[in-house]
């Protein structure tokens, strides 16, 4: 009989409902709370996640507490407390620019549905971009060049992909269980990677607050099996 080939499991987790999400209006690099609602969907991510009993032996998340306060939720209730969680600005939502904090119906009204299109889902459009750069002190120890006046889903995935290929997949590759909890974009990037879509059909994904995606890989961390979990 051949050697049995190992498995590694890849959970990626968008946060629950934010304040943001319940008012309709775009975020990015905004540090907004959980709304209760967000709370309980991440209580029961964590639920779903108990279930499958996988031992993870980090937690990786953006440095914006909506991620945070979810990861710590689901690490409470999968009682992995004891995990080190990695925060990184690379795992931030994409920054959506001149856009962040204006109602998306109202957006509509303003540039018209096709165009907020490409904005949301596209991969290379950009937001209108702020005037300038804003400073915050999670920032602070970190150089100047990060912070921007907006991203494309392509530019985040430039900030993601060096934090994935340093810190996720060394530890995937000694057959280490890695759980991400970050945002709807960066994980669409994420994803648009893992799956191999192309540019045009990464408008079609859309990643749901709260819903554990368990990625398991071969050795070579190529795609062997896709699950979301309560759907």
Known sequence: MGRKKSMVKLVLLRHGESVANQQNTYTGWSDVPLTA???????????????????????????????????????DAIDQLYLPI?????????HYGALRGMNKDHSRELFGQAQVAKWRR???DLPPLLAHTETDRKYAGLPASILTRGESLALAWQRVQPYYEDMVVPRLRRNENQLIVAH???????????????????????????????????????????ELLGQ
């Open 37 to 75: 609602k967000g709370r309980a969907q991440a209580e029961q991510a964590g639920a779903q996640l108990a279930a499958q009993h996988i031992p993870f032996t980090a937690v990786h998340t953006s440095i914006l507490q909506r991620a945070i306060v979810t990861a710590d939720i689901v690490m």
């Open 86 to 94: 990695h925060k990184s600005w690379r795992l931030n939502e994409r």
């Open 122 to 124: 596209g991969y290379s």
């Open 184 to 226: 709807g974009s960066t994980l669409r990037a994420l994803i648009k990677y893992l799956d191999q879509i192309s540019d045009a059909d990464i408008d079609k994904v859309e990643v749901g607050n709260g819903v554990p995606i368990i990625y398991t890989l071969d050795e070579r961390l190529h795609v062997v099996h896709k």
